[in-house]
Nanobody, 122 residues
């Protein structure tokens, strides 16, 4: 079992930045790939970014490529999502997830956090 807790969400103006964290506990964090997803009101939960166990492979949704950066620190059992140049359409609840390999589909992950709200004002 892996327990995931997101933090770092909040309210920011368009063009601003936020850094999300995903703290893991339980089984060894470095044994899992990690992903970030988001869900806006009335919409499906969508893929944002994923990173391999070692951190050597990353992949992003087109909508965030060049603005968001996913990283991890296995020594701290923590993953991160740095979000720059935020837009109102980035407003959503952001979730981190852990799975056996990097994936873009929700069913590729076995463990999920409860999410953190990100609101971008125009």
């Amino acid at each position: 079992q892996v327990q995931l807790v997101e933090s770092g969400g909040g309210l920011v103006q368009a063009g601003g930045s936020l850094s999300l964290s995903c703290a893991a506990s339980g089984r060894t964090f470095s044994s899992y790939a990690m992903g970030w997803f988001r869900q806006a009101p009335g919409k499906e939960r969508e893929f944002v970014a994923t990173i391999s166990m070692s951190g050597g492979y990353t992949y992003y949704a087109d909508s965030v490529k060049g603005r968001f950066t996913i990283t991890r620190d296995n020594a701290k059992n923590t993953g991160y999502l740095q979000m720059n140049s935020l837009k109102p359409e980035d407003t959503a609840v952001y979730y981190c997830a852990a799975g056996v390999r990097p994936a873009v589909r929700r069913n590729g992950y076995d463990y999920w956090g409860r999410g953190t709200q990100v609101t971008v004002s125009s």
